[in-house]
Nanobody
Framework: QEQLVESGGGLVQAGGSLRLSCAAS????????MGWYRQARGKQRELVAFITRGGSTNYADSVKGRFTISRDTAKNTVYLQMNSLKPEDTAVYYC????????WGQGTQVTVSS
């Protein structure tokens, strides 16, 4: 069964760090560009970062220099290392492919306190 399972969120103070993980089924992970998205309350979901099968990465301007996306092929897992977190990073974080698959995981809540 194809699935996306995000984990690693939590409550952290501004300036702190978190590492998110996304476990995907092997088929999803092997054929797609994988990305991390986030949705803050009252806002649309936005793409934060993505990584190609070859390891090339791209970041939204708002997180560039603070977040790092990576993937572990052996574990079918995508990671998002988030450093220097800001209150405006507070959101539910999701992983998905690019283009998006027709389903989403449950997401993981990240809350950054000031």
């Amino acid at each position: 069964q194809e699935q996306l399972v995000e984990s690693g969120g939590g409550l952290v103070q501004a300036g702190g760090s978190l590492r998110l993980s996304c476990a995907a089924s092997e088929r999803i992970f092997s054929i797609n560009v994988m990305g991390w998205y986030r949705q803050a309350r009252g806002k649309q979901r936005e793409l934060v970062a993505f990584i190609t099968r070859g390891g090339s990465t791209n970041y939204a301007d708002s997180v560039k220099g603070r977040f790092t996306i990576s993937r572990d092929t052996a574990k079918n897992t995508v990671y998002l290392q988030m450093n220097s977190l800001k209150p405006e990073d507070t959101a539910v974080y999701y992983c998905n492919a690019i283009p998006q698959l027709p389903f989403w995981g449950q997401g993981t809540q990240v809350t950054v306190s000031s």
